[in-house]
């Protein structure tokens, strides 16, 4: 029996909403025919937002959405995407398949999906190819109330007032993609580019993103903390509220990262292994992090994550589109614990990516659609939004995992607070082949309102358009209630979520 203690009285910290953020570039299918078909298209739509698409996402309270890239945001020219649809200007979408991008979804389209999905919206602009001018013209554009040339033309592509940009990324990946870089070099444009990052608005400030590392680059994370906070006043910590991190989930290596549902339990386990790299990535850079930033002002903000494998047989190889199994849904779950853990540092994180690439939690053909394993995960954590961390902790979990460099433990977890005085618990039985019972102690509470929802089935069960349903959250209600505990057997490859009023 694996008993999780939880003291429903010990907030050991606030969980962020945007720690459940998502991404979407200009990149295969994501944003064209995937959230966006366009006024006149059959599918149905509001303002050219897919409306079933929309209104799953909306189930998961989605609370900020990244855009326009990835390594896309540093070739983008966010002028070619306003103003009438037939004068804007085609491109070639090089990092992306070199498919013609013909900016039918810009600016104005960015702003009516966030408005639709009624999340913050965080903005990547370019530096790799960009100017300092673009970028603060664009600011302009999207946030200055009043008359300026930027206002103006905003006004006269139809939108009187400014948006709110919550966010602002000044370069993507500026080691690689975006310029090859030294970390010198881009923490210099860093500090030139966001001193025009204005602020029209002083209500609502937009917080600037610095370019952090990729993976486990920690001389990236020191060299840029370092030129940044040279002589830097010390009320603006480093001219920054986020510094970035990438990190993706691949079993192999990159030039044969394995199938996304074709695999064997090795490649399993190896997969959940690697999602757990996390934990040692944010806690190393955060030691770095607290060096220069003791008082955690700059946020970690682990904007892109998750699986990637290899494409789908017979997809374009630039689209980056994959199935999605359970073992997905179990990086899902380890990965947010991790972040949700680390909630201190960890302000915010976007999964890779919202629809059709990468770990996606939509995947659409034609006029269908479906939700995927990982989809599940983040409807059942989406009660962890904005609630504060709980202690607790587990004891008598067993290891699981093979070969041995593979062991884990077998139960991963996060236990919250909400202001609505909900506890919600959510467990995950990594085990591919083992059930285990499970207890949840509580210290005082006696346990009634219940509520409890399972995702469970086999490593590699996936949905189809043919089968859509195959994983699926379902209604739980095998468990018993005690004085002060709750308990219940979990399936092999499972994840339980329970609420209980406290
Ligand atoms: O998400 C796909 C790509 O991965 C992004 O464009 C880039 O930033 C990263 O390398």
């Not at 006149?40 to 739509?45: F, G, L, S, T």
């Not at 990324?169 to 070099?185: D, F, L, S």
């Not at 093979?402 to 995950?428: C, N, R, W």
């Not at 468990?479 to 219940?488: H, K, M």
Request: hydrophobic fraction near 35%.
């Amino acid at each position: 029996m694996a008993k999780l203690y939880i003291r429903e009285t010990q907030s050991k910290g606030h969980l962020n909403a945007e720690i459940q953020g998502h991404f979407a570039e200009h990149l295969g299918r994501c944003i064209y025919s995937g959230l966006f078909v366009g006024k006149d298209a059959d599918i149905p739509n509001v303002n050219g937002m897919r409306t079933d698409v929309v209104n799953a996402l909306k189930e998961l309270q989605i609370p900020v959405l990244r855009w326009p890239g990835g390594c896309f945001a540093d070739e983008y020219h966010w002028m070619d995407g306003i103003g009438p649809k037939e004068d804007r200007k085609k491109m070639i979408n090089t990092h992306w398949g070199g498919v013609l991008e013909d900016n039918s979804f810009g600016t104005h389209e960015f702003f009516e999906l966030c408005e639709q999905l009624g999340c913050k919206t965080y903005v990547n602009a370019n530096v790799g190819s960009g100017t300092v001018r673009e970028m603060s013209e664009w600011v302009e554009y999207m946030t200055f109330d009043g008359v300026s040339p930027m206002a103006d033309l905003r006004k006269k592509n139809g939108r009187e007032k400014p948006w709110r940009v919550d966010y602002l990324g000044v370069g993507n990946e500026n080691w690689g993609c975006g310029g090859n870089m030294t970390p010198e070099y881009y923490a210099n444009l860093y500090r030139q580019y966001q001193t025009y990052v204005r602020q029209y608005d002083p209500s609502n400030p937009i917080s600037k993103i610095c370019c952090g590392a990729n993976v486990s680059d920690y001389c990236w994370t020191r060299d840029v903390l370092s030129t940044c906070y040279y002589n830097a006043p010390e009320h603006l910590h480093g001219f920054m509220d986020g510094l970035s991190l990438h990190y993706y989930t691949t079993p192999n290596n990159w030039s044969s990262k394995g199938s996304a549902t074709d695999f064997d339990q090795n490649a399993y386990y190896k997969t959940l292994k690697k999602a757990m790299h996390m934990e040692e990535l944010i806690e190393r850079h955060s030691a770095i992090m607290d060096e220069f930033d003791p008082d955690t002002k700059i946020g970690m903000i682990v904007d892109e994550w998750g699986c990637w494998f290899d494409v789908e047989p017979d997809t374009n190889p630039g689209f980056l589109y994959q199935q999605n199994t359970m073992r997905d849904a179990l990086v899902a779950s380890i990965t947010l614990d991790i972040f949700n853990q680390h909630a201190d540092r960890v302000k915010m994180a976007n999964l890779a990516q919202m629809v059709n690439v990468l770990q996606s939690v939509i995947l659409t053909d034609g006029d269908q659609m479906l939700l995927t394993p990982t989809y599940h995960v983040f409807h059942m954590y989406k009660y962890h939004q904005d609630a504060e961390l709980l202690d607790s902790y587990f004891e008598g979990v067993n290891v699981v995992g093979d070969p041995s460099e593979y062991k884990m433990p077998q139960l991963s977890h996060t236990v919250s607070i909400a202001a609505d005085g909900y506890i919600t618990a959510t467990i995950s039985n990594l085990s591919s082949t083992d059930e285990v019972p499970v207890e949840l102690a509580f210290t005082d509470l006696c346990p009634r309102d219940v509520q409890a929802t399972m995702l469970s089935q086999h490593m590699q069960a996936h949905n189809t358009f043919e089968n859509p349903d195959a994983v699926k959250e379902v209604p739980f209600s095998d468990y018993e209630l005690t004085n002060r505990s709750i308990n219940f057997q979990m399936p092999p490859c499972s994840i339980v979520r329970i609420r209980v009023k406290a």
